[in-house]
């Protein structure tokens, strides 16, 4: 039977992978790969971005620490099942962002035949272990509750600014060009060639 | 003769007559000349069939060797599909294909080192111990060069055209199926041999079926982006993406450790 597990492995990933290409071929074509894709981005993160007394104010023990003296355990269940869907969908939507973002870079990198193999690899496995850290951190914050999540939410506040600051810089220091088809030009990019 | 022997024998027979329709309605689009590796994949394919009908009503004993002698040939024909797949997946992508490329050479030097520690005994030897482990193997290492390709197409959001995604999804299909099957077969034996037959026929007429309908008629592919990155920008942009994304993990990870 252990000599038999491999083969089915092999077998069942390769049927969930073909489903999962056909799914996605599915859906309609979005061109990430388009400059205003990136500048929509960076724009959506931002507008993520909650001001720090508000990440304080949601994630306070302050505040559960106030309904639950006055109410009972009901109400303390509901306080903090709502804090969490609220952390949660903030999470997801942050990491939303971060994927389109890495997904302007891959659209990029798959038609430059001048791709560094080291740089890519290694951009991947950083991609990927962010990634795994997103769904750790969203465990921890089901797990545990949202208001033992409260020192761990402000460095996601900082490096999504820090997304921010060095996507925005970067968005002034590219420049495009332009292989064949005519197409209006991105806002703010500055197309060459 | 019973009806499973007449259902096996009508699915072989409308198995034929399909593709010898996608045969000749590919040769009147075009289709066979673009894709000219997985239309000589399935060229083989249909005569073999043909022949293994005359074969099987001739001498069912000689069947048998018959059998196991073209399914390695065959096997071997199907790795046109897969060049096919890269080659159609990629052309217009040099940077995903640089990438691909590298790690199958590595793949490729890791089998060719492990094939080297245990030699065939030869060629003609091996084609004639072809069975269902050895199949199962070659399918295997198939099986894992497209599980690479979807996600390498998964990974730089690579668009696939209708008739290359239905060559991919068929063929993906059958071998997935294939290695379950043929792992199941080896490992239970001769008790799984009916069924065996009957799942290896019905995955092949399914994917078919989809090559059919895909590659009824041609479809244009879709192109890369218009707006693309100058080389040194490239660089720029993925000397800085890959250090953010080491600072963002450094940033969540660092809570967890105190």
């Known amino acids: ?193 | 003769m019973g009806p499973t022997k007449l259902l096996e024998i009508a699915l072989w027979w409308t198995g034929i007559l399909v593709a010898a329709v996608l045969f000749v309605r590919a040769v009147h689009t075009g289709l066979c000349r673009k894709y000219w590796l997985f239309f000589s994949y399935l060229g083989w394919v249909l005569a073999v069939e043909v022949v293994r009908f005359y074969v099987i009503s001739s001498d069912a004993h000689v069947y048998r060797q018959f059998y196991w002698h073209t399914q390695a040939l065959s096997v071997i024909a199907g790795y046109c599909v897969i060049l096919e797949a890269y080659r159609g997946v990629l052309r217009n992508y040099p940077g995903a294909q640089k990438i691909a490329t590298t790690i199958l050479l590595a793949l490729l030097a890791i089998v060719v080192g492990k094939a080297y520690s245990h030699p065939f005994e030869g060629p003609t030897d091996w084609l004639l111990s072809f069975t269902a482990e050895v199949e199962r193997d070659m399918r295997t290492v198939q099986g894992l060069l497209i599980a690479f390709l979807i996600a390498v197409i998964l990974y730089y959001s690579i668009p696939v055209g209708r008739n290359l995604l239905g060559i991919i999804f068929g063929y993906t299909l059958f071998i997935g199926t294939n290695i379950i099957n043929l792992a199941l077969q080896s490992s239970l034996g001769p008790s799984y041999w009916t069924p065996w037959r009957y799942l290896q026929s019905a995955s092949y007429f399914v994917a078919l079926l989809i090559w059919c309908i895909t590659l009824w008629s041609p479809q244009a592919d879709p192109k890369p982006e218009a707006v693309v990155l100058r080389e040194r920008d490239y660089g720029l942009l993925a000397s800085r993406t890959s250090n953010l994304l080491s600072r963002v993990r450094n940033h969540i990870v660092r809570p967890f450790g105190r």
């Open chain 1, 1 to 193: 039977m252990s000599a038999l597990l491999p083969y089915l492995v092999v077998g069942v990933v390769l049927l969930a992978l073909i489903a999962f290409l056909v799914r996605r071929s599915m859906q309609p074509v979005l061109h990430t790969a388009e400059f205003s894709g990136m500048q929509e981005a960076v724009a959506a993160l931002r507008a993520n971005l909650l001001p720090p007394e508000l990440v304080d104010r949601i994630f306070s023990r302050e505040d559960l620490e106030f309904v639950g003296s006055h109410c009972g355990r009901g109400v303390v269940e509901m306080l903090e099942q709502e804090r969490m869907a609220i952390a949660i969908s903030w999470l997801l939507a942050t990491r939303r962002q971060v994927t389109k973002l890495m997904t302007f870079h891959l659209t990029q990198a798959r038609l430059h035949s001048k791709i560094r193999f080291r740089m890519e690899m290694g951009l991947a496995v950083e991609y990927l272990s962010l990634y795994a850290a997103f769904e750790l951190f969203m465990f921890l914050v089901w797990l545990r509750g949202p208001f033992h999540a409260r020192k761990m939410v402000g460095p996601i506040v900082g490096m999504a600014a820090q997304i921010c600051t060095v996507y925005g810089e970067l968005i002034g220091d590219l420049e495009f060009k332009r292989p064949s088809r005519t197409q209006a030009p991105p806002s703010s990019a500055r197309i060459v060639g």
